[in-house]
């Protein structure tokens, strides 16, 4: 049995291939804009799929340090720079927040694959260099709760701390357990979502194999076309979106704007 706590959403924050911030990522939506493009970060010559949405634009130093960037696999890249304009958004200072609230402030975003970029990179070094030459921070770079982490150690937040994955529902789900976890009265605040840097040799390749990527080289922009009869296959993707879930309220004492309340059913969502 839910309890009758509220659930509200209090900030946003989107790094997409049509879009490094909401505003941008709203407008060419609505413009219909496609992401679709040649890959541009790897030589596409041996693979069947040669294109996919990539971000454009990007630069990991407007969003963190060159020595932080270095550390992270690009999905906990994408994933702290959306935590942080979520985070800016929704006006959350944590440099300002009491130590209880630091402590009810928690981090769920997951990753439907991880830090593939990085396990590619290191089994080749691995393969050719031999394992003296791994990095040190493999591990720490490839596990997909590690953006959460990361994110939690940069503003001090003590809340829930963890990610669930579940393929292409992953950000879904770690929403959703952001509203549970606080409708449970566990948290007052969680920044939920999720992230993906998938689009390399071994990604490309894995999902060629199964057949499931659209080989439509010829339109990239065109071939992402879910339901149509010519469909004939999925376009990756890569970049990460945040919510801030908050307790209503919690929101409310702090005179946070909202943007709607989140009900267990949708059918009961207000905006």
Do not use: W
Request: one cysteine or more; charged letters at 20%; aromatic letters at 8%.
């Amino acid at each position: 049995m839910l309890s009758s706590k509220r659930v509200v959403v209090t900030g946003i924050s989107a790094l997409t291939p049509i879009g490094l911030t909401v505003e941008e990522y709203c407008q060419n939506l609505i413009a219909g804009k496609s992401g679709g493009a040649p890959i541009t970060h790897f030589d596409t010559a041996k693979t069947e799929t040669k294109f996919a949405c990539e971000l454009k634009g990007y630069d990991a130093n407007n969003y963190m340090d060159k020595k932080a960037a270095r550390r992270l696999d690009p999905f906990s890249q994408f994933a702290m720079a959306a935590a942080k304009m979520a985070i800016a958004d929704a006006e959350l200072k944590p440099e300002q927040m009491a130590v209880e609230d630091r402590e009810r402030t928690g981090v769920i975003i997951g990753s439907g694959i991880g830090g593939i970029q990085t396990f590619y990179q290191q089994a080749v070094i691995n393969s050719t260099q031999g394992p003296n030459r791994v990095s040190p921070f493999f591990i720490p770079m490839l596990i997909p709760d590690i953006a959460s982490g990361h994110i939690s150690i940069q503003y001090g937040f003590k809340g829930p701390n963890h990610c669930l994955v579940s393929a292409c529902a992953t950000a879904n789900s770690n929403m959703i357990d952001a509203f549970l976890l606080i409708k449970a009265g566990m948290a007052d605040t969680i920044i939920s979502g999720g992230a993906e840097a998938s689009i390399c040799e071994l990604g490309i390749a894995g999902f060629n194999s199964s057949r499931a990527l659209s080989t439509r080289n010829e339109s990239p922009e065109t071939a992402s076309r879910p339901f149509d009869a010519t469909r004939d296959g999925f376009v990756m993707g890569e970049g990460a979106g945040c919510l801030i879930i908050e307790d209503y309220e919690h929101a409310k004492r702090r005179g946070a704007k909202i943007y709607v309340e989140r009900s267990f059913s949708c059918h009961e969502t207000r905006t």
